[in-house]
T-cell receptor, first 110, second 112 residues
């Protein structure tokens, strides 16, 4: 299974942009890059996913490097509600295994 | 919200007893997953299913078995519960890798 590497923790301020990095140097050509987040005492929730091109949705943007070996989740204007653990996951189109790493714990300061 | 429910939501059981957790979906998604999450840790994959009667092991499958006799239900069984299996268990569903996965609200299992 392709692995991802994320910083253990990050801190930002409310109403500022947040860039959460993820390295996945062993990514294969058919792996999708997914991001999920987990709020305290809840199950993970979907944030965004992409394959090669940058993606935007109402929650965030996903910037994917040209060689696909890294990606960045961008929260454009952080709120206190965005404090969570963020997971970057690779899902291959074959086995479709959904394997989590340790994630990044994001703290938002008021 | 996606139609995925876990039951029971909370359970306390004694060491050595069998326990079955149920994950039920109404989305007709092909893939279903079981995870456990321990305090301060991420989610670890126990087993997953890629179709009716098709299952495979995850990272921490020892002591657990699963069954999927119909699309909508994925059962996780602890044949003989141990205290080390005290954890929060999450179920997830996904149609394919280019679609989002949905997670249940979790089952808190305590083995005493």
């Amino acid at each position: 299974d392709a692995k991802t590497t994320q910083p253990n923790s990050m801190e930002s301020n409310e109403e500022e942009p947040v860039h959460l990095p993820c390295n996945h140097s062993t990514i294969s050509g058919t792996d999708y890059i997914h991001w999920y987040r987990q709020l305290p005492s809840q199950g993970p929730e979907y944030v965004i996913h992409g394959l090669t091109s940058n993606v935007n949705n109402r929650m965030a943007s996903l910037a994917i490097a040209e060689d696909r070996k890294s990606s960045t989740l961008i929260l454009h204007r952080a709120t206190l509600r965005d404090a969570a653990v963020y997971y970057c996951i690779l899902i291959d189109q074959g086995a479709q295994k959904l394997v989590f790493g340790q994630g990044t714990r994001l703290t938002i300061n008021p | 919200d996606a139609g995925i429910t876990q039951s029971p939501r909370h359970k306390v059981t004694e060491t050595g007893t069998p326990v079955t957790l149920r994950c039920h979906q109404t989305e007709n998604h092909r893939y279903m997953y079981w995870y456990r999450q321990d305090p301060g840790h991420g989610l670890r994959l126990i087993h997953y299913s890629y179709g009716v009667k098709d299952t495979d092991k995850g990272e921490v499958s020892d002591g657990y078995s699963v069954s999927r006799s119909k699309t909508e239900d994925f059962l996780l069984t602890l044949e003989s519960a141990t205290s080390s299996q005290t954890s929060v268990y999450f179920c997830a569903i996904m149609q394919r890798s280019n679609t989002e996965a949905f997670f249940g609200q979790g089952t808190r299992l305590t083995v005493v």
